[in-house]
């Protein structure tokens, strides 16, 4: 069965410098979404973006943040300067289409030092 | 907010038994989703159910959907140890593909 990859599995990054966290959605569905879950906490969504644009985005993404589909098969999460409090385990996931089944890959697991 | 509580937050059975989840949301909704989480990995979904259903099944899963009680219940029947995980559901209102997430349930499943 097809599956959302997510690379690398484990992040370590000095606090200040950017990160960028890795996504390959399903090679069909259309939809990409970034999510994270915070230790002990609910997983929050951070942002949609559909014909290579943002559709949606929540208060948590702010210009630090930013998506990119550079080549058609990737998508990135990049956060410019990171901080403590962006320690997170962070979910990238993709669905066919609009109000379809959102899914999950197996997340990459940020550590800001 | 969208989303309300699951419960219970916590879920003890022996292996066997059935195993009922809980999960209400505050405003209008879509659609609704439930999914499983293991220890230290992804979301795996496992099913959706649409504002205007009231029932659905998958295997030995039964959801239910009450609108009029903003609420939703995800059984599981003849549970098995490999069950033993987190359960979470997830809204999403008419216009936004954006899920909102509930605190979950951490069912446990006794060999």
């Known amino acids: 069965e097809p599956e959302v990859t997510q690379t690398p599995s484990h992040q370590v990054t000095q606090m200040g410098q950017e990160v960028i966290l890795r996504c390959v959605p399903i090679?069909?569905?259309?939809?990409f979404y970034w999510y994270r879950q915070i230790l002990g906490q609910k997983v929050e969504f951070l942002v949609s973006?559909?014909?290579?644009?943002?559709?949606?985005k929540s208060e948590i993404f702010d210009d630090q943040f930013s998506v990119e589909r550079p080549d058609g098969s990737n998508f990135t999460l990049k956060i410019r300067s990171t901080k403590l409090e962006d320690s997170a385990m962070y979910f990238c996931?993709?669905?066919?289409?609009?109000?379809?089944?959102?899914?999950f890959g197996d997340g990459t697991r940020l550590s800001i030092l | 907010s969208q989303q309300g509580e699951e419960d219970p937050q916590a879920l003890s059975i022996q292996e066997g038994e059935n195993a009922t989840m809980n999960c209400s949301y505050k405003?209008?909704?879509?659609?609704l989703q439930w999914y499983r989480q293991n220890s230290g990995r992804g979301l795996v979904h496992l099913i959706l159910?649409?504002?205007?259903?009231r029932e659905k099944h998958s295997g030995r899963l039964r959801v239910t959907l009450d609108t009029s009680k903003k609420s939703s219940s995800l059984l599981i029947t003849a549970s098995r140890a490999a069950d033993t995980a987190s359960y979470f559901c997830?809204?999403?209102?008419?216009?936004?593909?954006?899920?909102?997430f509930g605190k979950g349930t951490k069912l446990t499943v006794n060999p």
């Open positions: 159910i649409r504002s205007n259903e």
């Open positions: 405003t209008s909704i879509n659609n």
């Open positions: 090679s069909n569905h259309l939809y």
């Open positions: 973006f559909y014909n290579n644009e943002i559709s949606e």
């Open positions: 996931a993709s669905s066919e289409m609009g109000n379809q089944p959102q899914h």
């Open positions: 997830a809204t999403d209102k008419g216009g936004s593909e954006k899920l909102v």
